[in-house]
């Protein structure tokens, strides 16, 4: 099992910024991606980005490409996103996530997740 935490959520004005952060323990071998999700009031979860652990690449949605940024700290089995020039669509519960194997993209493939983060943009 692995045991997932987000933190850094808050309220912001439009344009601002803001660092989530993802505290990974547990069976942390057994996983190879991290992603970060977030659903919306009357939304579904959608995908926003994602790492592969030991190389480092990262995948974006297009809505947030070039202002989220995904990072990770091997040491730290922590990961991180970055977000600037926050808009108000921004607005959602962010929620960590990780898995082992490909498809990036879809919540189903994802095994592990957090509680989720509020972020609340202001315009």
């Known amino acids: 099992q692995v045991q997932l935490v987000e933190s850094g959520g808050g309220f912001v004005q439009a344009g601002g910024s803001l660092r989530l952060s993802c505290a990974a323990s547990?069976?942390?071998?057994?996983?190879?991606?991290m992603g970060w999700f977030r659903q919306a009031p009357g939304k579904e979860r959608e995908f926003v980005a994602a790492i592969t652990w030991s190389s480092g690449n990262t995948y974006y949605t297009d809505s947030v490409r070039g202002r989220f940024t995904i990072s990770r700290d091997n040491a730290k089995n922590t990961m991180y996103l970055q977000i600037d020039i926050l808009k108000p669509e921004d607005t959602a519960v962010y929620y960590c996530?990780?898995?082992?194997?490909?498809?990036?993209?879809?919540?189903?493939?994802?095994?592990?997740w957090g509680q989720g983060t509020q972020v609340t943009v202001s315009s």
């Open positions: 996530a990780a898995k082992n194997g490909r498809n990036l993209f879809s919540t189903t493939t994802y095994p592990y």
């Open positions: 547990g069976r942390t071998d057994s996983i190879n991606v």
